[in-house]
């Protein structure tokens, strides 16, 4: 099972380690805070409990901060 992810303008095919992976795991496993990125699924916002599932697409939007 594989899905689609797209992070700073790079898109790449990833393998879902688990039935129950969700936006959550895979942004410990890139090292990645929820508090910089905005998280879609499929174009939908989703929260770090949502299960990533297979064929989905996941963009991972970095938050820009400055004054």
Do not use: A, H, R
């Amino acid at each position: 099972m594989k899905f689609n992810l797209k992070y700073k303008g790079i898109g790449e095919e990833m393998e879902l380690p688990s039935d129950d992976y969700t936006i959550s795991d895979l942004l410990k496993d890139m090292e990645l805070s929820s508090q910089s990125l905005v998280c879609k699924q499929n174009n939908e916002l989703v929260i770090e409990e949502t299960i990533i599932n297979d064929g989905d697409e996941i963009n991972l939007i970095q938050i820009i901060y400055g004054g």
